[in-house]
């Protein structure tokens, strides 16, 4: 229903700009490929940290007690940081997908355009200003 009121400019995947709107009274473009580049780059260095975490996991567990409680203790803080890792890797891809499905910059509860500077600085998120602190109320 929101949607009528904001204009997007679809182009086929990997194009340079896509025009949408982030806000009622203004139009904004946004260099969609500077946002791919910094989000693959991020993907890249979640992988990289997600495979040097795996092999950092114990592949047994030591006989001590006290070794074992140790080795517990990392290997929970490791297993912790890979969930951490993963869920940004998840949400990057999926704002991937957004931005070569032209719907990148909507977001997913009003339907509105997502404010210009929050997409600056979490180019992941999948809601407005608005809803994100209605939703914080809950």
Same mark, same amino acid.
């Given at each position: ?21 982030? &806000? @009622? ?7 969609? /490929? ?5 989000? $693959?780059?991020? !993907? ?33 803080? &490791? @297993? ?7 869920? /940004? ?5 999926? $704002?991937?997908? !957004? ?40």
């Amino acid at each position: 229903a929101h949607l009528s009121r904001h204009r997007r400019t679809h182009q086929e995947p990997g194009a340079a700009r896509v025009t949408v709107s982030l &806000t @009622n009274e203004t139009m904004r473009e946004i260099d969609l /490929e500077n946002v791919r580049r910094r989000l $693959t780059e991020r !993907l890249q260095v979640l992988r990289d940290q997600i495979e040097e975490s795996l092999c950092a996991l114990p592949s047994h567990w030591p006989a001590s007690a006290v070794s074992d409680c140790v080795s517990v203790a990392n290997a929970a803080g &490791t @297993n912790a940081q890979i969930q951490r890792d993963l869920a /940004e890797s998840r949400a990057i891809t999926d $704002t991937l997908a !957004l931005i070569d499905n032209g719907d990148f910059g909507i977001c997913e509860f009003c339907g509105r355009g997502i404010e210009y500077q929050r997409l600056l600085l979490q180019p992941t998120t999948r809601s407005c200003v608005r809803c994100a602190a209605d939703i914080r109320q809950l």
